[in-house]
């Protein structure tokens, strides 16, 4: 049984910065991708970051630029630094694991206000 753990969610003010930590434990095996989507009231999920265990990323449209995905296998552990936040950034945000099938955290809320 895979568990994620997420961390570092809270309330920023605009332009400001927060850091999430997302740690897995359990099973045995290679972890492929982990990253984090986020989902703001009303809206569907979408993906904020990806990185897979060789360290290439993905990050979606509207936070290229502001926010960094990264990871340490060993620890299984990923990270996102996310800068210059903005309201619309204001979310639930789930780190996942994509091993055999995809595993989700419960989600950390980040709110950004103006």
């Known amino acids: 049984q895979v568990q994620l753990v997420e961390s570092g969610g809270g309330l920023v003010q605009a332009g400001g910065s927060l850091r999430l930590s997302c740690a897995a434990s359990?099973?045995?095996?290679?972890?492929?991708?982990m990253g984090w989507f986020r989902q703001a009231p009303g809206k569907q999920r979408e993906l904020v970051a990806g990185?897979?265990?060789?360290?290439?990323?993905i990050y979606g449209d509207s936070v290229k630029g502001r926010f960094t995905i990264s990871r340490d296998n060993a620890k299984r552990t990923v990270w996102l630094q996310m800068n210059s936040l903005k309201p619309e950034d204001t979310a639930v945000y789930y780190c996942y694991e994509d091993r055999i099938q995809r595993y989700w955290g419960q989600g950390t809320q980040v709110t950004v206000s103006s």
């Open positions: 359990g099973s045995t095996g290679s972890s492929n991708t």
């Open positions: 990185i897979t265990s060789g360290g290439s990323t």
